[in-house]
């Protein structure tokens, strides 16, 4: 016999409990209140479903978490990050699974297995400069055929929203090596935002959000300095 079954008290605390995760987890981000679609609710005792549509309206970086690792049914294993100015093919960042590193990065202050979904990258300070960079990930995946891959990326300075970036991947093969490049415009701000931006290390953020179809499988946080 299922415990609960037995016991309406622990049965309602269970209900609470979802209860609360629920809205801890959701009001980690903010979205446009004026929006109904985007007000978090709890229906029948569910977390709501984050979509796509969700984090495209996201109005501030998150501080939490909108996943769970374990929602990652797929096995994706990152192998190799690397950045580079697409004009003069410059690396300003690389790491792989050998343990080789260009660039220089740091952990986010975060606690338990959360620690491995966050990053602070050092960036030079010419990066505003650069029109547009290109990023590429290899990745791997497990036995699952990983549907309709999608990444959404959104970067903010001090909270306000700067740059949002979309991409598709299509359909991934179960078991394979894959390499996705994408490029990237450089958002264009007032030299007076990139002064500001040049002397508040880690106050431009960025949330990271991987999707299969519009199912929310992997959420990755990012601080930024840009440095002399």
Not at 44 to 59: A, F, Q, R, Y
Not at 144 to 171: A, C, N, Q, W
Request: neutral net charge.
């Amino acid at each position: 016999m299922n415990p609960d079954q037995s016991n309406p008290g622990a049965r309602e605390a269970a209900k609470l409990a979802v209860s609360m995760r629920a809205c801890l987890t959701l009001n980690t981000c903010r979205s446009d209140p004026a929006d109904s679609a985007m007000t978090w609710r709890l229906v029948s005792g569910k977390m709501p479903e984050i979509t796509p549509e969700h984090v495209n309206k996201l109005k501030e970086p998150c501080t939490g978490f909108l996943c769970e690792i374990s929602d990652d049914i797929y096995d994706f294993d990152f192998k190799a990050f690397k950045i580079r100015d697409i004009a003069s093919n410059e690396v300003l960042f690389n790491m792989d699974d050998s343990g080789k590193l260009v660039g220089s990065v740091e952990p986010m202050m975060l606690e338990g297995e959360d620690m491995y979904r966050g990053i602070r990258y050092h960036f030079p300070a010419k990066f505003w400069n650069m029109k547009s960079i290109g990023t590429t990930l290899t990745f791997s995946v497990g036995d699952m055929p990983v549907r309709d891959f999608r990444m959404i990326e959104r970067h903010y300075f001090r909270g306000k929203l700067i740059h949002s970036f979309d991409f598709t991947f299509g359909f991934v093969i179960p078991n394979s090596t894959n390499q996705w490049e994408a490029i990237y415009p450089v958002p264009k701000v007032s030299k007076k935002v990139v002064a500001d931006i040049l002397k508040s290390p880690w106050e431009v953020k960025s949330d990271t959000f991987f999707f299969s179809g519009r199912t929310l499988i992997k959420h990755h946080r990012a601080e930024y300095a840009y440095d002399d």
